[in-house]
């Protein structure tokens, strides 16, 4: 393992408490959920239907059936 690998994992397991965690565990433990967060945004979010409780406006109603389709 190079120097560089060794000081990326150190300061990723201080930022997030692991090496390897995914992206949802890095956007949570942040406090990141919610109608911004970039994995929702993206298309991976493991529980999209979460967010239907927070949904209000028109606009966010199309871009999550854009994303997750009908939930």
């Known amino acids: 393992m190079t120097d560089d690998l060794k000081v990326s ?8 408490g692991a090496v390897g965690t995914s992206d949802c565990h890095k956007v949570g433990i942040w406090g990141g959920c919610g109608l911004d967060c970039w994995v929702y945004n993206e298309g991976r979010c493991p529980e999209p239907d979460e967010m239907l409780g927070i949904i209000e406006t028109d606009e966010d109603k199309e871009h999550h059936k854009k994303l997750y389709g009908d939930t």
């Open 9 to 16: 994992n150190r300061i990723e397991e201080a930022m997030y």
